[in-house]
């Protein structure tokens, strides 16, 4: 019995030094897996990061953009027919400001002439407004063709429009 308990006072020394550098190296193991872990989760909260600074830019340009489009102009123009061989040119602004001195015209010799040409240019069309121009059409008038607006902005910058019309 003497021998067993000399065998096992001298394994006890052995486990205790051999249990903590077990118990050291799993408490190392964990570390390490919570570091890479971390790290993981840390570089994915940086893309989310980046991806909601980017989502906010956007909706700020958005944001922006429409402030601008709401204060502009956009003049546009249309060919209608009022009755038997009596045709117009409606101009309209479209858009949420004021135009200054519009002019509509067709983009080459569409065989179609604008009757009260002195109506042209047309000094201030508000927002949501419009005007007409009488026109003659012939039977050598273009089915087809371009109509394009100009108008200038409260700061005098140029603007213009190109249309597709046709004879209908």
Known sequence: ?????????????????????????????VAVISLFKSSKAQ???NKVNELELKIKQN???????????????????????????????????????????VIARFDGDVGI???????????????RKSYELILVTHNGSASKFKIITEWSDAAGKQHTKTQMGDIS
């Open 1 to 29: 019995m003497e021998v067993l308990i000399n065998a096992l006072q001298k394994s006890v020394p052995f486990l205790e030094d051999w249990g903590a550098l077990i118990i050291a190296a799993i408490s190392l193991l």
């Open 113 to 127: 002439l604008i009757i009260d040409q002195d109506k042209q240019p047309f000094e201030e069309l508000e927002a």
């Open 43 to 45: 570089r994915l909260q």
């Open 59 to 101: 909706e700020l340009d958005r944001i922006a953009k429409e402030k601008e489009d709401a204060a502009r102009a956009c003049v546009e123009a249309r060919f209608i027919t009022v009755g038997r061989d009596k045709h117009r040119l409606k101009v309209w602004n479209s858009g949420n400001a004021t135009a200054y001195n």
